[in-house]
């Protein structure tokens, strides 16, 4: 029996059930494995007081320190992260709340290897963890914890050092891999590990009694991402302004929300352009599904999860040349891979409103990402650090 002591600061919770649904789902797969027993510390971070004690903050203060959830036995210690410091105190505060929890952990599970979901700062906490306990550290590069992370100053040093010093390496690409690589760390370390997408929920759906439950009638384009910059949802509001008659729904949440609804209104094309907010996961399956075409015009990722997803509901996709895109859209009947601008978006947009790609042709680009398979690398990875 391989025991997983599972690290993730990216991890679902009462006031923020959308936060890191890929761990938590990766996780639950993991768990269900027969030759796995697992166990879950999701630290939350908090400010100092006073400011801890700012209604912003309360939901996270609140939530307990230990719970059950889904099934998953979850820990959810409390650590300090100060304001306007760019993350250069996270890691040792992370340590401090995780050394005495850990050791109180290993008295009834002696795990045998930690699984480290995002690398900062799980990561280098991980690391340090493991040295002084002697068990192996894996850790897993998504996306921003290394191209952000990983290049700032405040943190890019712990951030390349924990690469280094880690046990074993994951990335959700090859595109993260070679990024991984460029940063000093080990290639020969690093395992391609793809997510999965849920091909029952993520499935197609008859377009038109999907787009009646938005109120939409004729072409929509869909949007799944957090309303931030690097996700890029203005340049597909401009695609979508040179598409008449097209509509476009934008599901997520943001700081970037003011200044997008903004731009509809500039655009006057409020009555074909929304913003949903944030659906809860369970939600997106419908939406994606009504879409004839899910775009998305990040400046970065890893191998985005919406991505896969829109491919599992035969909706194609056209995104930009960020990390994995050349894995995912490896037939045109999948998408297109376009330049991070309007007049691209909305020319690769229209081109696939005119000529459809089937919904079974596009869900077979699904195929390889599955959750079984998610499971089965991942065990036989941290089995491998394990049995090394």
Same mark, same amino acid.
């Given at each position: 029996m391989l025991r997983v002591l599972t690290l993730a600061t990216l991890f679902p919770h009462a006031a923020a059930p959308n936060l890191g649904v890929f761990v938590e789902r990766q996780t639950l797969g993991l768990a269900a494995h027969p030759d796995v027993d697992l166990r879950v510390v999701a630290p939350v971070g908090l400010p100092p007081w006073p400011l801890s004690r700012h209604r912003h903050y309360a939901p996270l203060a609140n939530l307990p320190k230990r719970e059950t959830w889904k099934g998953l036995d979850v820990r959810r210690p409390h650590f300090l992260t100060v304001p306007a410091t760019g993350g250069r105190f996270h890691v040792p505060a992370l340590v401090r709340t995780l050394t005495p929890l850990l050791a109180d952990i290993r008295r009834d599970f002696a795990f045998d290897v930690i699984d480290a979901e995002?690398?900062?700062?799980?990561?280098?906490?991980?690391?340090?963890?493991? *040295?002084?306990?002697?068990?192996?550290?894996?850790? *897993?590069?998504?996306g921003a914890d290394i191209h952000h992370w990983g290049t700032a100053p405040a943190t890019a040093r712990r951030v390349i050092a924990a690469g280094r010093r880690a046990d074993g390496l994951l990335a959700v690409?090859?595109?993260?891999?070679?990024?991984?690589?460029?940063?000093?760390?080990?290639?020969?370390?690093?395992?391609? $590990? $793809?997510?999965?997408?849920?091909?029952?929920?993520?499935a197609p759906r008859d377009r038109t009694a999907a787009k009646a439950a938005f109120g939409v009638t004729g072409p929509l384009v869909v949007s799944v991402g957090a309303l931030i910059a690097r996700k890029g949802h203005d340049v597909v509001i401009d695609a979508v302004a040179a598409l008449p008659g097209v509509s476009l729904l934008i599901a997520g949440a943001g700081e970037a929300w003011a200044a997008l609804e903004a731009k509809i209104a500039a655009l006057g094309i409020g009555d074909r352009v929304r913003l949903l907010g944030a659906l809860p996961h369970a939600e997106l399956p419908a939406l994606i599904a009504a879409g004839d075409v899910m775009a998305l015009a990040s400046s970065s990722e890893g191998l985005a999860n919406a991505w896969v997803e829109a491919l599992a509901c035969g909706t194609p996709i056209v995104i930009t040349d960020a990390g994995g895109a050349r894995e995912v859209v490896t037939d045109a009947a999948y998408g297109r891979v376009v330049a991070r601008e309007g007049r691209a978006f909305a020319a690769a947009i229209g081109a696939l409103l005119a000529a459809p790609p089937p919904q079974d042709a596009v869900r077979e680009g699904a195929a390889r990402f599955t959750w079984a398979a998610n499971t089965e690398a991942l065990y036989a990875h941290l089995n491998g650090l394990v049995s090394a």
């Open positions: 995002f690398f900062f700062p799980d990561g280098p906490a991980a690391v340090a963890l493991g *040295k002084a306990l002697g068990v192996p550290v894996s850790i *897993k590069a998504r690409s090859q595109a993260m891999r070679a990024d991984m690589a460029a940063l000093g760390m080990p290639a020969e370390t690093i395992r391609v $590990h $793809h997510t999965g997408v849920d091909l029952d929920r993520f």
